[in-house]
Each structure stands twice: as C-alpha cells, then as structure tokens.
C-alpha cells in the first residue's frame, strides 16, 4: 500500500464536484460533467453490449432538451470503504466511483499526460 488510492481527505460540492487529497500527497479536483462522463457502470460504458453514454459536451441537440437543467449530485454515499456512490440529477446512480477509479481518472495534468 503507497496510498496512491487511499483517500485522506474528499471535499463534495453537490454543484461543483469533488476533490480529493491522496494519501501519497496528491491532490485531485473532479468537475461535476468530468465525474458524470466518467461514470463506470454499465450502462455508460457500454458493456454488455449497449451503445455507452455519449459525453456530455457531444449530445447531439434533439427537440426534447431545448432545456436542459444543469447536472448536480444529490447525494454521495459512501460504498464500504473502498468507493462512493453517485446520485445524479439526471437519474442516473448506477455508478459506483471506486478510489481506484478515481486515482485513475484523475483529470491533472500529472495524471493526464502520464500514458
Ligand atoms: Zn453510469
Ligand atoms: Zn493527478
């Protein structure tokens, strides 16, 4: 254990995101659209053969979201000691955000250019 995914400390802002102090001195800052396009469940990854989620910056406008409200956690659950639940004001709660993911998808810099 180096604590690459051990949370020490996550800040939640239902209308912002979330942000995430690593036990190996990292720090992450999730936007809300960022967590949402990342959600790992099923549905919007597409495993078991469904089309995935489109991201949320490339849904095509259709006459049923002339108004779209914007996206916003109503709550945040914590799932054992391992990830956190998302409810999503879209609906959606299917996701279950483990820290692992989280490390992984971490949207810095650092992160981003590591591959
Ligand atoms: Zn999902
Ligand atoms: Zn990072």
Same mark, same amino acid.
């Given at each position: 254990?180096?604590? +690459? /995914?051990?949370?020490?400390? #996550?800040?939640?802002?239902?209308?912002? &995101? #979330?942000?995430?102090? =690593?036990?190996? +001195?990292?720090?992450?800052?999730?936007?809300?659209?960022?967590? +949402?396009?990342?959600? @790992? *469940?099923?549905?919007? /990854?597409?495993?078991?053969? /469904?089309? @995935? +989620?489109?991201?949320?910056?490339?849904?095509?406008?259709?006459?049923?979201?002339?108004?779209? @409200?914007?996206?916003?956690?109503?709550?945040?659950?914590?799932? &054992?000691?391992?990830?956190? %639940? #998302?409810? =999503?004001?879209?609906?959606?709660? /299917?996701?279950?955000?483990? =820290?692992?993911?989280? %490390?992984?998808? *971490? @949207?810095?810099?650092?992160?981003?250019?590591?591959?």
């Amino acid at each position: 254990m180096n604590g +690459r /995914t051990d949370p020490e400390h #996550i800040a939640i802002s239902k209308s912002k &995101g #979330i942000k995430i102090d =690593w036990k190996d +001195r990292h720090a992450s800052d999730y936007g809300i659209t960022y967590l +949402r396009d990342k959600c @790992p *469940c099923a549905v919007c /990854t597409g495993a078991h053969g /469904t089309p @995935p +989620r489109q991201p949320e910056a490339e849904v095509p406008a259709s006459p049923f979201q002339m108004y779209k @409200p914007a996206l916003k956690m109503l709550d945040v659950e914590p799932v &054992g000691n391992y990830a956190i %639940r #998302i409810h =999503w004001s879209d609906g959606h709660s /299917t996701g279950i955000y483990s =820290w692992e993911h989280l %490390r992984d998808i *971490c @949207p810095c810099a650092e992160c981003q250019g590591r591959e």
